[in-house]
Each structure stands twice: as C-alpha cells, then as structure tokens.
C-alpha cells in the first residue's frame, strides 16, 4: 500500500501539506469548486519573497530552555519545510498560515544589517552572544540571493559582537573567511542541526534541508578550520527517529564537535495540525503508535508550555532519550567542558576617534 507522500496531489519538496487556518484571523478563502476559473492562491507552489522594515532586529529572549540571550533574525518563515518547526505559530503574526504559507512566503528584512549596528551602539549594551538565527535559519536558500546573514557577521566581526549560529545548510561554508576570523577571537560558534541519517526520512520531514552527509561534512570542514561546531539531535519523535542518537553522536564527534544537545517534539498550536497531518500520509501504519509515544512525553498531550520540561518532556520514554544522549555524549567526548564567548573583546568601531 502507498502512502500519501507517494501520491500525485502531494506536495513534493514541501512539509506542510495545507494551509490551516490562522487564529489572528476572522475568514478563511476555500476553494468550493474544482472547476472555478479564478487563479486560485494554493495552487501557485513557489517561493515569494516579501519585503519588511522593521523597526528592532534583536529580540531578547526570555525562555530558560533555549539557551540564547537574544536572538537575531534576517527571515521569517523558512522554504527548509520542517514539518515540526515551532517558528511556523510566529507566521501568524505577519497574517500567514503556519502551513504551507510559512514554507512559500519568505519575510526578508533589507534593513537588518543598518538595526543590528543601531542596536550594538546603544549604550550600555554589554555584548551578551547574539544568536543569529533563534526562529528561522539564517541560511535558509533564500540567503543565496540577499546575503543578509553574510551582512551581519561582517558587521559582528567588525564590532568583535559575539554570535552564536544554527543551521541546517552547508551554505554557511561561504562564510568561512568570516568565522574563522571570528573564531580565533573566540566570538563565535556553530551548531548543526541533525536528526536523522536516514535520507528517506529527511525528504519528507525536512524537504528542502542540506542532507545530513552535507551538514556532517560541512561540520568537519568548519571544526578542521578552528571554528568551535556541535550538533542539536533536534528534534527526537519518539517511534521515529529517538533510535539514531547513538549514529548522530558518534558521526558528530568524528566531525569535530565538541557539544552536543537534544529536545523531545512538542506540538504547539497549529504544528500540531500540520505534524499530525503529515504523520498520518506520510507513515500511516505507525502513526498511532508515534502519537502516542509524543503524548506519553507530555502527559498525555502532544505540547506543554513549562518552562523546564517542555523541551526535555517526561515519564519513561522521555528519560530513556535523555539517558541514552547523556551516555553516548560522554562515549563520545562531548559536552565535556564549558564553552563561553568572549565577550571582552566588544568595540565600537571608530568610538576611539569621537573622543578627539
């Protein structure tokens, strides 16, 4: 039997496979019949690029599971697709679906590089790391084209502002020059996000993502040209991909990282539709035992909002995850000192001359 990932009026190349309804908003347009010849907005499968001005570019982050100060994000939404991504319920606030919206309407911020000096010479500022980026990935494709990301480490080595980065796309080797610059001043550090080695997963769970030999390859090379580099096994779907942490460990030492994370799945707001949506045509025989096994993490919900356990979950197959992540972290050498950033090093280029 096929599943619906196999199926012609599947969305290849995306995760989300429909549009659910955004709360901030009273209507909804429906498609009522197939005939109708007007263009019809769902049917248009390509990215659109979206131009916003924002007034602030660095967001303070309050949440103690994140472990960032602040965040920094040229882009919102992502065409990477990721079916889990809990950045898909903040696209409703820019009056999109968290569906398929998050994945084709891309916001881009022209204006990031000009806020991000205004913030870093607001006095006082302390130059606490920067993480860059703490919703959608600052190397997402869309960064080929409007090189923001490059803007803003050119502007973070020039300040000597220490950042801390995430993705899932071996593009940030084009910037290479930069962060090794960065890394001998010990301003900077990268983390992969890595999940799974089984490529048939990534294809329908995170569809437009480097692969996972990609990122390990690019991991080795940016560890090789001393730039500090670990790995978030993020996230763990218990009954789908929870079995790999050992492999992604391993594979993650033999590349050179030094540090390691992980968190358990957590459905919140409308991912839960879409995660739920793509479980059940993309692997219908386990669907219910996946569902299940989320629940049990989360009390018997596929989300919980506390501070502290949202991210790690609970009850016994929440604690099985986390001993065997604990475990292989230390066979593999991993997380076995404190990394900090240097924040020491901050400067105002010029402000020595506006003394004279």
Not at 271 to 283: C, H, T, V
Request: with cysteine; net charge positive.
């Amino acid at each position: 039997m096929k599943n619906d990932a196999e199926k012609p009026d599947y969305f290849k190349g995306r995760g989300a496979q429909f549009n659910p309804h955004n709360r901030f908003l009273k209507g909804d347009y429906v498609k009522e019949h197939e005939e109708g010849i007007d263009d019809w907005e769902e049917s248009d499968r390509r990215t659109s690029f979206i131009q916003e001005h924002s007034k602030t570019i660095v967001n303070k982050v309050d949440s103690p599971d994140v472990g960032m100060f602040y965040s920094l994000n040229p882009y919102q939404g992502c065409e990477h697709g990721c079916t889990y991504c809990y950045a898909r319920n903040a696209h409703q606030y820019w009056g999109y679906s968290a569906g398929l919206d998050f994945e084709r309407k891309i916001i881009v911020k022209p204006d990031a590089p000009a806020l991000f000096k205004k913030f870093l010479e607001k006095k006082g500022w302390d130059a606490k790391p920067v993480s860059l980026s703490g919703n959608t990935d600052c190397y997402q494709p869309a960064e080929r084209k409007f090189r923001l990301t490059r803007q803003l480490l050119e502007i973070a080595l020039a300040y000597r502002q220490p950042i801390g980065m995430i993705t899932k796309n071996a593009l940030v080797l084009r910037d290479l020059d930069i962060l090794q610059e960065m890394a001998r001043m010990n301003l900077v550090f990268v983390f992969f996000s890595i999940n799974s080695l089984n490529e048939k997963l990534r294809l329908v769970m995170e569809p437009r993502t480097a692969t996972a030999k990609q990122r390990f390859k690019t991991m080795e090379a940016l560890s090789k040209a001393g730039v500090t580099t670990g790995i978030m096994t993020a996230p763990m779907v218990p009954g789908l991909n929870n079995h790999e942490i050992p492999d992604l460990l391993r594979t993650a030492a033999d590349a050179g990282a030094q540090r390691a994370g992980y968190t358990i799945v957590r459905l919140n707001g409308a991912i839960g539709q879409i995660f739920e949506d793509w479980l059940r045509k993309n692997f219908p025989d386990r669907f219910d035992k996946v569902w299940h096994m989320i629940q049990s993490c989360h009390n018997g919900n596929v989300n919980d909002s506390r501070f502290e356990t949202r991210m790690r979950g609970e009850g016994n197959i929440a604690k099985m995850i986390s001993d065997t992540f604990r475990l292989h972290c230390r066979l593999n050498g991993l997380n076995t000192k404190e990394y900090r950033l240097d924040s020491s090093l901050f400067r105002v280029p010029g402000s020595q001359m506006k003394l004279f």
